[in-house]
């Protein structure tokens, strides 16, 4: 099973998006299953029938992976939980808005992006409100699409701009791992836990072998995770893609 998360398409340098393609032409197999644990996309939302176009080129690629037959399940973030029947029907991938348990190469896991869970700045706190509100959601289904992305780009890029304080991060980070060392204590059923948001790459094992895994951000030189029957492995992707002359 290959776990990523926080590419942040779209506020990205292009380069991090060429490197997400190329990831996702050589790492899912056939076999594998690809899971996708939040803010792939800086900015995702759905209208009955339009998506945003500046990702249509990744989910192009997504529909390849699946082309191939490997399985997708997306666990939408505090960008990108606004997914639909675009995700599900046209793509053919299994779309959650918020944390799911779901049973995964025979492990029982707790899947969630992690934020509004432990935020140690007001902007996250903020942003969580605002994604999960029903009102804003209404708002968005009436503006015209150009309005609501050109709105949502200008917030997103402003909170980007207030949650870069690395000690802030290491904060949420440290929080997160105690939230999900509680909730395995409070689960004992749940093998699993996964989570992203903080950008910090984490396995950390129970003393009675259950784990919390974070991939840690894409973003930041393409990390990930693989997790076998025998093993959870952070990983670093790194395109063999020729330089131009």
Known sequence: MIVVADAHLGQVPPAVGTAFHDFLDA??????????????????????????????????KLQEVRTRGVPITFVGGNHDRWGGSFFTRDLGIQ?????????????????????????????GALMHRFT????????FRILHPTVGFWIADLFSRHLAD????????DR???????????????????QLVIMAHTHRPVVERLPDGRIYLNPGAFLDGGRYAVITPEAVELKQ?????PQPA
């Open 27 to 60: 790492v899912p197999r056939p076999g594998d299953h690809l899971v996708v644990t939040g803010d792939l996309f800086d900015f995702w939302f759905e209208y009955p029938s339009v998506i945003p176009r500046k990702h249509f080129a990744t989910a192009a």
């Open 95 to 123: 779309f959650f808005g918020g944390a799911v348990e779901l049973d995964l190469n025979g492990r029982r896991a707790f899947i969630a992006h992690g934020d509004g869970l432990t935020e140690q700045h007001w902007t």
């Open 132 to 139: 999960r509100h029903p009102i804003t959601v209404a708002v």
């Open 162 to 169: 207030n949650t870069k304080d690395r000690a802030v991060l």
């Open 172 to 190: 949420a980070a440290a929080a997160q791992r105690k939230w999900a060392a509680d909730f395995l204590q409070r689960h004992p059923a749940v």
């Open 237 to 241: 992707f790194t395109t063999a893609r």
